[in-house]
Every structure is written in structure tokens, then in C-alpha cells.
């Protein structure tokens, strides 16, 4: 009975949660790349987050 339910194993766990407050624009925007995308939300912040770091470099 103590077994727990494993997931599948990743090589990049996500176990950082965040909470945010956005704008109903920011929103909305967010809720618009998630449609195009067909990504989570979490996905496209990760890669907002990737992207906003990478042009820092430049």
C-alpha cells in the first residue's frame, strides 16, 4: 500500500513551482501563443525565459 505511483523518469525534472501575476493582456497573450503553439503554459515561459537569456548575451 505504501508504493508510490512513479512517472516517467526525465533527465530535466521540473520540480520548481512559480506563481504569477499578469495583466489580462499578458494573458491573454500567453493564452494565444499557448493555442498556436500547442504547448503548456509553463512551456511557452520556459522558453520566453530561454529566450529573454539568450539576448542578453548579445
Known amino acids: ?4 505511483k512513479m512517472g516517467r523518469p526525465t533527465d530535466n525534472p521540473k520540480d520548481i513551482s ?3 501575476r499578469l495583466d489580462k493582456e ?3 497573450k500567453l493564452d494565444d ?3 498556436t503553439l500547442k504547448v503548456s503554459k509553463a512551456e ?10 539568450d539576448s ?3
Open 1 to 4: 500500500m505504501g508504493n508510490k
Open 18 to 20: 512559480l506563481k504569477v
Open 26 to 28: 499578458t494573458a491573454e
Open 33 to 35: 501563443c499557448v493555442q
Open 44 to 53: 511557452v515561459i520556459r522558453r520566453g525565459v530561454h529566450k529573454v537569456h
Open 56 to 58: 542578453l548575451k548579445n
